[in-house]
């Protein structure tokens, strides 16, 4: 298994279009119906911090995430909008959880 945490701050005048990327990400996954893909993102009080989690059953999994057309075009519409606060990703390490996860 392995669980990621990214966070990034876009500019105000971004928020909206970083919100209709994740969301056509989130679209295209949730056909996908993959079992070994968890992923979510959320947006902090400002409106324009993101926070991403994405626990993968494997590495398999994530590539899955990663290779996607509507990711890398999230990705690099992200990257072109000079973010305030570029992505940091943390790999997490699970202590417990109150669901099985897998």
Same mark, same amino acid.
């Given at each position: 298994?392995?669980? +990621?945490? !990214? /966070?990034?701050? +876009?500019?105000?005048? *971004?928020?909206?279009?970083?919100?209709?990327?994740?969301?056509? +990400?989130?679209?295209? #996954? /949730?056909? #996908?119906?993959?079992?070994?893909?968890? *992923?979510?993102?959320?947006?902090?009080?400002?409106?324009?911090?993101? !926070?991403?989690?994405? !626990? *993968?059953?494997?590495?398999?999994?994530?590539?899955?995430?990663?290779?996607?057309?509507?990711?890398?075009?999230?990705?690099? /519409? #992200?990257?072109?909008?000079?973010?305030?606060?570029?992505?940091?990703?943390?790999? #997490?390490?699970? !202590?417990?959880?109150?669901?099985?996860?897998?």
């Amino acid at each position: 298994m392995k669980a +990621v945490k !990214v /966070q990034y701050t +876009v500019k105000a005048e *971004y928020a909206e279009t970083n919100k209709a990327n994740i969301r056509q +990400v989130m679209t295209d #996954l /949730q056909a #996908l119906a993959n079992p070994g893909i968890k *992923y979510s993102s959320f947006v902090l009080e400002d409106g324009k911090t993101f !926070v991403h989690f994405g !626990v *993968y059953s494997d590495q398999d999994a994530l590539d899955v995430v990663t290779n996607l057309p509507s990711f890398q075009s999230f990705r690099e /519409q #992200l990257k072109a909008s000079g973010p305030e606060a570029p992505p940091k990703s943390e790999d #997490l390490s699970l !202590v417990g959880s109150s669901y099985e996860i897998f």
